[in-house]
């Protein structure tokens, strides 16, 4: 399995919201209650990802064509905005 790293577009707006939210439900799922989960995935609808899109510098890993792995830096501070890893592809 050869990974590939590239810029997000707009057309990876859903897959990468899915990515991120399966992965709160069932990781982060086990350490936090429900309605911190849910305010959480607030921040990842497919709206809040299209935001994202533009005001932060987004990248995914895909595995087979798959999204696997998102990862976004704030533009102004280069600072670390998200990580998420496919619980999957966590796995492995």
Same mark, same amino acid.
């Given at each position: 399995?050869?990974?590939?790293? &590239?810029?997000?577009?707009?057309?990876?707006?859903?897959?990468?919201?899915? *990515? *991120?939210?399966?992965? $709160? &439900?069932?990781?982060?799922s086990?350490?936090?209650?429900?309605?911190?989960?849910?305010?959480?995935? &607030?921040?990842?609808? %497919?709206?809040?990802?299209?935001?994202? $899109?533009?005001?932060?510098?987004?990248?995914?890993?895909? %595995?087979d064509?798959?999204?696997?792995?998102?990862?976004?830096?704030?533009?102004?501070?280069?600072?670390?905005?998200?990580?998420? $890893?496919?619980?999957?592809?966590? &796995? $492995?």
């Amino acid at each position: 399995m050869e990974c590939q790293i &590239r810029p997000a577009t707009s057309e990876d707006s859903a897959a990468f919201s899915r *990515v *991120v939210i399966a992965a $709160l &439900r069932e990781s982060n799922s086990q350490d936090y209650p429900p309605d911190v989960i849910a305010q959480v995935e &607030r921040s990842f609808t %497919l709206g809040a990802v299209s935001v994202q $899109l533009t005001e932060c510098t987004v990248f995914v890993a895909l %595995l087979d064509e798959n999204i696997v792995c998102t990862a976004s830096l704030m533009k102004m501070s280069s600072e670390v905005f998200s990580l998420t $890893l496919h619980i999957k592809v966590a &796995r $492995l």
